[in-house]
């Protein structure tokens, strides 16, 4: 039995920006876990994670063809899969919901002496609370490692802006971390 060598990551680029199904669907493998992440940490639902990411995608395909390699695949994928998170999230904003999700219950009334705990339950409220660029941005930089420049390019945005929204979520985290530990 022969074993076939493997594609090298840029091979599987120009197979399917020329068109090659099963080229872009390795790509997506590869990357798929991380950019599930990425979404998840923005979207904060798992219920969503599978049609969102589905969709993302289903756009990444149909436009794999334009791709330009100003940066790198996987940073363009980044980029359209945190549009199709913020959309998704900026839709269900404007739906009206006849349920209350609890599953960001408030900290209020909670007798649990663990500050772990509490500070966890701190930190998914201020995350919850951050507009979903800014959580997005959050996410990129502190989670997944991602400097500013290359946060600011999957966003589609300024350095600066990328800068100073994480310096104020981070701020806004530390102050709510240390109110939690105050509480318990």
Not at 24 to 53: E, Q
Not at 76 to 92: G, M, S, V
Not at 107 to 134: F, H, R
């Amino acid at each position: 039995m022969v074993d076939k060598p493997e594609v090298s990551e840029s091979a599987l680029q120009t197979l399917a920006i020329a068109g090659d199904a099963q080229a872009f669907g390795k790509l997506i493998r590869t990357y798929d876990h991380d950019l599930r992440g990425a979404v998840y940490n923005i979207t904060r639902s798992a219920n969503d994670l599978d049609d969102i990411m589905q969709k993302s995608y289903e756009k990444a395909f149909k436009s794999v063809s334009n791709f330009n390699a100003r940066s790198s695949m996987k940073t363009w994928l980044y980029t359209i899969c945190t549009r199709q998170a913020i959309d998704h999230l900026r839709y269900e904003g404007r739906r009206d919901h006849d349920e209350i999700d609890g599953s960001h219950d408030s900290t209020e009334g909670s007798n649990s002496p663990e500050s772990a705990t509490l500070s966890k339950m701190a930190c998914d409220e201020v995350l919850q609370d951050l507009d979903p660029e800014t959580r997005a941005m959050l996410v990129f930089t502190t989670a997944l490692g991602f400097s500013f420049d290359e946060t600011a390019e999957i966003m589609e945005s300024q350095r600066g802006t990328v800068a100073s929204k994480v310096g104020r979520a981070k701020k806004k985290l530390r102050d709510r971390y240390s109110q939690a530990g105050e509480d318990s």
